[in-house]
């Protein structure tokens, strides 16, 4: 993984602000959609999709890049987001995010684009899915392998009780070439998790599991870039990244509010949202 510099630090953060605004205007002309997850965690991925991540894409199919599970599919837009700004595909495209026909579905879906790793939707899979595939490269590959399986989770999608099946495995096997990142806003659809199914101490519960966790700031890219070398000089032990965000950051007047976790700004909401985003350039 590449040094990253001061310099390198503001292009991330210019880079990231583009691309919540990518997210504003996508999920306005689509008229439904998640807001509050897709903008926290924009940070985290311009750092991967920019600076972390072995991929190419212009070969999107390259057999040794690093493989993206998004399990909690609903904040897709930050995806499509960083994939079209990062040079998958036009980012004129994203303007189709939940039409009709577009490759952009609601939740990701291999079958209309079929670089994305896995389909998503069902909360509680990915994790599953990514043990699976870093088993799979254990056995093709041994101690040698050569790539990273990141897992992008949800804190409410932790209350699903696969997921906690998958951690089981994965410290049992030693998984240290699966790394997984959960969004740490504290809410959930119906409200605050800490209300509708208490998680902490969630750091505890992983290490019983034998993961070797990692706090952070998900929204400071050198502490997550530091975080992300720790995780990749850990061995023995499965990782987890808790990244700790803001509900809809960088819109000060949604930030936190579990309300915007399901619903998309309507356009005067996006224009509001827009012009204060335009202020942090």
């Known amino acids: ?111 209309f684009m079929p670089w994305l790793e896995t389909s998503s939707g069902p909360l509680g899979e990915g994790l599953s899915q990514s043990v699976g595939m870093a088993l799979a490269d254990k056995m093709d590959y041994g101690e040698d392998t050569k790539r990273y399986i990141y897992c992008f989770l949800g804190d409410g999608e932790l209350d699903e009780g696969n997921n906690w099946e998958a951690v089981m495995l994965a410290g049992k096997n030693k998984l240290n070439n699966l790394i997984a990142i959960v969004d740490r806003n504290n809410i959930q659809i119906d409200g605050n998790t800490e209300e509708i199914m208490p998680l902490e101490p969630l750091r505890k519960k992983w290490e019983a599991f034998n993961w070797h966790v990692i706090d952070v700031s998900g929204h400071d890219f050198k502490a997550l870039n530091e975080a992300v070398e720790e995780a990749h000089r850990t061995y023995e032990q499965p990782i987890v990244i808790l990244a700790e965000t803001i509900a809809s950051k960088g819109i000060k007047e949604w930030e936190g509010d579990y309300k915007w976790h399901g619903k998309s700004p309507t356009r005067a909401e996006g224009e509001m949202a827009l012009k204060e985003l335009d202020l942090n350039k």
């Open 1 to 111: 993984m590449a040094f990253l510099s001061d310099k390198k630090i503001v292009e991330l953060k210019i880079t990231a602000n583009e691309i919540r605004k990518s997210i504003i205007r996508m999920l306005v002309e689509a008229g439904s959609g998640h807001t509050a997850g897709p903008l926290d965690m924009a940070d985290v991925f311009t750092l991967f999709y920019f600076h972390v991540l072995k991929h190419d894409p212009k070969n999107p199919s390259w057999e040794e890049r690093d493989r993206v599970v998004l399990s909690n599919g609903h904040i897709c837009p930050v995806l499509y987001a960083a994939m079209a700004h990062s040079g998958y595909f036009p980012i004129a495209e994203l303007l189709t995010l939940r039409k009709f026909g577009t490759r952009l579905q609601g939740h990701p879906h291999r079958e």
